[in-house]
């Protein structure tokens, strides 16, 4: 195993990164630089813009009854998928419960996410891939597991070799909010301790439900790295070429076995925490609106129209991709199959313990006597 | 007199308790300007201020571990846990240090801190949502363990659990939180650790607590259709047992079923029927029977309706205990 690396190896600060601006120019940084072509761009247009149709048509489904809940990545669609296209086997993704434009980029059918939130089935999902792993819900828990799944990339010998392709790391997201917990800390402490082949994926979304991201940190995020003894960098999580440049660089590093990196990604949660919440309690309109001009996608559109790599033609066809797309979430989350309390007991154990069977059998006895009763 | 939903209710006790006592404070997450998710502590930070209504960094261990520290010191921290599946990151926290400084300390310390976990299912929410903890928590030494059922109690078992000397998991059912009860701000409340008879009957005894006292005197009601007469005793506190109003109510009835939505094996219904047992051996005409959640980890929420114990279930086994 090689040792930690040194903190110093980005000359970087709290500025974040950034290689587009608000209005859509290109800007140039001395460190980064996003290697693709506007074809390239125009294919992460798309996937921002689908990304975000799935997210506001599953909270439709949500205000309809469709859905208990619905966790919105609004705003956030550079941060996941800038983040999301860097990726390729055998890297090992890991997300918190917002993830959806990442699920995306995997290829995980976004159907597939709706069932977990409709209630009729746990977290797997029939699309999802092996290196996917499940939704969490307990904040910042799965940054351990990230960090255990590195190590298994380490012994499997899927890191530092000379072919590039050969190589993996894992990739964990969470919150500004989760910084706070001693899962994530230790993940930190654990990361730097085996240089373990990890990017951090911080999406500073600026509130945990409805508590700001300066109650979390005093210092910038990305900074706390530091005091572990990885590097932290700090990226526009709105600009998806700077977020695919640094995360690039930071899963690149990590899979030659040069250690954990932590990326903060600084962006906005547009819309609330879950539909169960009311951001208009704790933060003001102004702010919201502040970031909307800072939006995601739409400086990625004026960028491209102003090179003429796409135009209004290819807008509208893609306005209509993803209206199909939306009816086709409409449709497959109505079409859900619907969960039976008797296959619970299936999946507690690798077996079943004779007690727990025992039980199963009195449960479909019972559930039994009223079908006859009905009859 | 008035009528309010036991959420309003654990506001106004909580709103009273900071008001008598400049010791107490309440932290947690999202508790402050948010009012908490489910709007508990709406109001309080703007009446008493960012250092009595304090809104925590996201970390359970932390909010718990540094409540200690200020019950140390002679507060009474009162602490959300935003949901009962986020109380486990606090586990450590809560029964290795909290529950037993008093022990540790050979009495000379102790930690009055209470803490409020919403739980419970039945809300159609996800994963990590519906928990019912309240057994690992009545299973250690130097926890008391109460939850209420009602606005009434709900307003002044906060205050007894605020003003008590010992660490309390106030466990709220948050399938009740929005139902509406009058509840009598000036009577003099029952005793926190005390149970109560919420309906007599001769038949058969119904314990239950929380979310499932609702539910069975509703099963008391039907069964009265059929002439069967089904007295309920709501536990109140899960730790310390009431094992007197217990005992008392099954020597009348010579039948007991307990009733919860936690998993079976371990729970409150096992130390209770072992205890029943142990106590009440010549007066039972039946064993004692369990209407619990089944073994499994809490289901999806579509089919959590056949999971929680209902009215069918409970009279079901109302059936089987008549039947010996």
């Not at chain 1, 941060?79 to 860097?86: D, F, K, L, V």
């Not at chain 2, 529950?99 to 803490?115: K, Y």
């Not at chain 2, 005793?191 to 929380?210: E, H, N, Q, S």
Request: aromatic fraction near 8%; include cysteine; hydrophobic fraction near 40%.
């Amino acid at each position: 195993m090689t040792e930690p690396a040194g903190t110093d190896v980005f000359a970087v600060g709290d500025e974040p990164i950034q290689l587009l601006d608000p209005s859509g120019r290109r800007v140039d940084h001395p460190d980064f630089s996003y290697s693709g072509t506007d074809a390239d761009i125009a294919s992460h247009l798309r996937d921002m813009v689908l990304a975000r149709r799935i997210d506001t048509e599953a909270t439709a489904l949500q205000r309809k009854g469709e859905l208990g809940l619905w966790p919105p990545a609004l705003g956030q669609e550079a941060a996941q998928i800038g983040s999301g296209r860097t990726l390729r086997d055998p890297d090992l993704i890991v997300p918190s419960y917002r993830e959806h434009g990442v699920a995306w980029c995997a290829g995980i059918d976004p159907v597939d996410l709706l069932g977990t939130f409709r209630g009729t089935a746990m977290v797997d999902w029939p699309s999802r891939p092996d290196g996917f792993h499940l939704y969490s819900f307990v904040i910042g828990t799965q940054a351990l597991h990230a960090v255990g799944m590195a190590m298994a990339l380490q012994r499997d010998g899927q890191v530092g070799n000379d072919d590039p392709a050969a190589n993996g790391a894992a990739i964990v997201y969470f919150g500004d909010g989760a910084t706070s917990q001693g899962d994530v800390n230790e993940a930190f402490v654990f990361a730097a301790s085996y240089a373990a082949p990890v990017v951090f994926f911080c999406q500073n979304n600026q509130y945990a439900i409805s508590e700001p991201a300066s109650l979390q940190s005093r210092v910038p995020l990305y900074r706390r790295a530091a005091g572990f003894g990885f590097p932290g960098l700090r990226v526009d999580g709105n600009d998806v070429l700077a977020v695919h440049a640094v995360t690039q660089l930071a899963m690149d590093r990590a899979r030659r076995g040069e250690g954990p990196v932590l990326v903060e990604a600084y962006t906005y949660r547009m819309g609330a925490h879950t539909t169960s919440d009311d951001p208009t309690k704790y933060r003001l309109a102004a702010e919201q609106d502040a970031w909307k001009a800072k939006d995601p996608i739409e400086r990625v559109k004026t960028y491209l129209l102003s090179t003429g790599a796409i135009d209004q033609a290819w807008l509208d066809a893609l306005a209509a991709e993803s209206e199909a797309l939306a009816e086709r979430l409409r449709a497959g989350c109505l079409a859900l199959p619907e969960p039976a309390l008797g296959e619970q007991w299936q999946h507690v154990y690798a077996g079943m313990p004779p007690a727990l069977a025992r039980q199963r059998e009195e449960y479909l006895a019972y559930e039994a006597s009223f079908e006859g009763a009905s009859e | 007199m008035s009528t309010m939903t036991m959420v309003k209710a654990l506001n106004a006790g909580l709103r009273r308790a900071l008001a008598d006592d400049p010791k107490v404070l309440l932290a947690g997450e999202d508790i402050g300007q948010l009012g908490g998710v489910f709007r508990v502590t709406e109001g309080l930070q703007n009446e008493f201020g960012t250092d009595r209504v304090v809104d925590s960094p996201l970390a359970e261990a932390g909010i718990v571990g540094t409540s200690m520290g200020l019950a140390l010191r002679g507060y009474r921290p009162v602490v959300e846990i935003q949901f009962d599946g986020f109380v486990y990151p606090a586990f450590d926290q809560i029964v290795s240090q909290v529950s037993r400084m008093r022990f540790r300390s050979h009495g000379t310390m102790s930690v009055p801190m209470v803490i409020r976990i919403p739980y419970g299912g039945g809300i159609g929410a996800i994963e990590h949502h519906s928990e019912s903890p309240e057994a690992y928590f009545a299973h250690t030494p130097g926890l008391k363990v109460v939850t209420c059922s009602n606005p009434h109690d709900a307003y002044w078992m906060i205050q007894q659990a605020i003003a008590d000397d010992d660490p309390v998991i106030f466990l709220e059912p948050k399938r009740r939180y929005h139902e509406k009860g009058e509840v009598d701000t000036e009577a003099s409340p029952l005793p926190l650790y005390d149970a109560r008879v919420v309906k007599p009957g001769t038949d058969a005894t119904l314990l239950c607590y929380g979310p499932m006292v609702r539910t069975c005197v509703e099963a008391a009601v039907a069964a009265e259709a059929e002439g069967r007469s089904l007295e309920v005793v709501d536990l109140r506190s899960l730790s310390p047992l009431d094992d007197e109003t217990v005992f008392a109510s099954v020597r009348r009835t010579g039948r007991a079923i307990v009733v919860h939505e936690a998993v079976g094996t371990l729970g409150i219904g096992a130390e209770l029927a072992a205890r029943i047992q142990a106590e009440c051996f010549y007066e039972l005409e039946a064993p004692v029977l369990r209407v619990t959640g089944y073994d499994l980890p809490y289901p999806p929420s579509r089919v959590e309706d056949g999971y929680l114990p209902d009215l069918d279930r409970v009279l079901d086994a109302v059936d089987r205990s008549l039947a010996y």
